[in-house]
């Protein structure tokens, strides 16, 4: 049985009810939280939560209410003249399509509601049928505790696959009863209290030259950090990577005093530190913090500490004194939003998988690119080509993921031309878990389609989804703090503004990132832009689980996973008393981990109902 989360400081949540009389019990229910409260514009019930002051907007105008909610510029005044104009909950793409910022979207139009989230998937929406109504929230765990649900134990199995589940399985919530929207649709819900999801939004054709489009990657990303530091005295953002760099040094053109962190590595090979300093250096008055690598907190360190409650298993479990040493300096300096470079990874780096597409359309570019991008892997050119060649549809892909899942990891010299990588479970799998997940796997694979036409696209909006979930969870932990966590490459406009160019402009092999290197010209200082590396945390993680290892062998006695039938904790045992194999990637551990912590925290949240 799941709980609440807490009513003070923290994360926020809210639920959306229908406008219909069938919802009574459930905001019943919710009143007895002493929850804030928005009414249709019939009167009923309508939104129900906790959210900070400043995150929610509400416009009203006849029988249309219109609340938006999350990190946004919009006012009452804006929204007001909006809902004078709906007619029906579809009119709402338009006024979607305009806002910058990351937030959730809900409208109440004559009886029928609208809830839509971002299209990576960094703000959720999730439903559950309650008796006989259909109810939203931003939280699983708040529609679990309303249902009294229990976990998932098949869904959760799949968590333990590695590098991830693949689509849809991903994002599927890990509590009985509980649904959540796939990218790109909304959850109408009608006047008698049923749900149904719409889809809204598709993927850009990539069809923008690059001088076009990193002048609209320019004009999104300035729009989204301006959302965030305006009217502000203080901001803190990541100094690290490219990434993080364009959103400082956007950061720094506004009023607002910009207070910079970088970590410094353990890893010799780690260069962050000294790229932070040339671009202070230039960007002038930004003030700075360097983080020396032996004051951070180690991957696995405290992990018998974790008190966090999210409502999936969430890597960031992994390491929270790590996650949140930056956000408690920030905020003591301060700081109420820590700006990051999250999500810029999976969108300029971009997919070398939009070969497939380009050898169809564009031969001669695919075929240079190809060779070049064989030569940095290495790549075997055999299985690239065959890669490339192979139309198999997702899902013939996805039925022979679910054929593989106990087979020997495809090598890292794999290319990666096709669907995706083809996810594994790890050897202290119990068969029972194996069985589980390729039910599911196969299950999915009927019906499944991508989540856009080009192998590419749908790689990156995949990866999108994935990372932008767990920086949800880690925003999650930095509200404790007083901060409130901002990654604007997963806005919507941003997200669109990059999709949009062109594959061979964006993605190549002999350069790095170009569209972020275009479109911040000018405003990062021209030495930072030459940068072409980054630290890519490995060196942490074999360093932390060689000393921390007796927090591994802990999570091991009394295994709730074993509990289940998931895993065979013996086999785990032995794995993690000493150096993985070649084999066995971190991200495997990772996975097991994160689900035996969060089962952990289920048994150590309280049963008291918070006021």
């Known amino acids: ?180 929207l796939g990218i790109g649709r909304y959850l109408a819900l009608d006047a008698d209290g049923r749900g149904r999801p719409v889809a809204w939004w598709a993927p850009p054709e990539p069809v923008v030259p690059m001088a076009e489009g990193a002048s609209a990657l320019r004009k999104a990303l ?34 607002a005093k910009v207070i910079a962190y970088t970590a410094d590595g353990l890893d010799p090979l780690c260069d962050d530190v000294t790229w932070a300093r040339r671009t202070v250096a230039r960007l002038g008055d930004v003030g700075h913090h360097v983080i020396a690598g032996d004051q951070l907190p180690m991957v696995y360190e405290g992990l018998r500490d974790v008190d966090e409650r999210f409502d999936e298993p969430c890597p960031a479990m992994m390491h929270p004194s790590r996650c949140l040493l930056i956000p408690r300096l920030a905020a003591a300096q301060g700081s109420r939003i820590h700006l990051t470079g999250f999500g810029g990874d999976e969108l300029l780096s971009g997919s070398p998988a939009h070969l497939h597409t380009l050898a169809r359309t564009h031969p001669r570019i695919a075929w240079q690119r190809l060779r070049g991008f064989a030569a940095q892997g290495p790549w075997p050119y055999r299985e690239a ?90 925003g999650q932990m930095a509200s404790r703090a007083g901060l409130t966590l901002a990654a604007p490459y997963y806005d919507d406009r941003v997200v669109e503004a990059g999709l949009a160019v062109r594959p061979q402009d964006r993605i190549t092999p002999w350069q790095y990132k170009p569209l972020i290197v275009e479109a911040m010209r000018g405003i990062v200082p021209d030495e930072s832009l030459t940068r072409h590396t980054k630290d890519e945390g490995s060196y942490e993680a074999e360093v932390g689980m060689r000393e921390q290892r007796a927090e591994l062998l802990a999570l091991c006695e009394d295994s709730r996973l074993a509990r289940l039938g998931l895993i065979d904790a013996k086999v785990l045992r032995e794995t993690c008393g000493r150096p993985l194999p070649p084999s066995l990637p971190f991200d495997a551990l990772y996975q097991t981990v994160v689900c035996e912590m969060w089962l952990r925290t289920l048994e150590t949240a309280t049963t008291a109902v918070p006021g």
């Open 385 to 474: 080509l065959r890669q490339l060649w192979d139309n198999s549809s997702y899902r013939t892909w996805l039925g022979r993921a679910g054929d593989l899942l106990t087979a020997v990891p495809p090598p890292l010299e794999t290319p990666a031309l096709d669907w995706g990588t083809p996810p594994r479970l790890p050897p202290w799998a119990t068969p029972d878990a194996v069985a589980a997940v390729r039910e599911l796997i196969r299950t999915a694979a009927r019906t499944a389609e991508p989540l856009a036409e080009r192998r590419g696209q749908h790689i990156e909006l995949e990866a999108m989804g994935n990372n932008s979930r767990m920086v949800r969870q880690v």
């Open 222 to 255: 300035s729009a989204a950090v301006e959302v965030r530091v305006r009217g502000r005295d203080v901001v803190s953002c990541d100094l690290g990577g490219l990434d993080s760099t364009s959103v400082c040094a956007l950061a720094a053109r506004g009023t």
């Open 1 to 180: 049985m799941v709980d609440f989360p807490g009513s003070g400081e923290g994360p926020g949540w809210f639920v959306v009810l229908p406008d219909c009389a069938s919802a009574a019990r459930v905001s019943a229910a919710l009143r007895t939280r002493k929850v804030q409260e928005v009414s249709h514009p019939s009167g009923r019930p309508w939104l129900l939560g906790h959210w900070s002051p400043g995150a929610m907007a509400v416009g009203e105008a006849g029988r249309t209410k219109i609340a938006v909610v999350g990190e946004h510029a919009v006012t009452a005044d804006r929204l007001t003249p909006a809902a004078d104009r709906i007619r029906t909950i579809s009119d709402l793409d338009g006024l979607a399509r305009g806002l910058a910022g990351s937030w959730h979207l809900v409208a109440s139009v004559a009886g029928r509601v609208r809830v839509q989230g971002s299209v990576t998937g960094f703000r959720r929406v999730f439903h559950a049928r309650l008796e006989d109504t259909t109810v939203a929230a931003d939280r699983a765990d708040v529609l679990a505790a309303l249902l009294d649900a229990e976990v998932d134990e098949q869904r959760l199995a799949a968590r333990l696959l590695n590098p991830c589940a693949p689509h849809p399985l991903a994002g599927e919530p890990v509590w009985r009863g509980v649904g959540a």
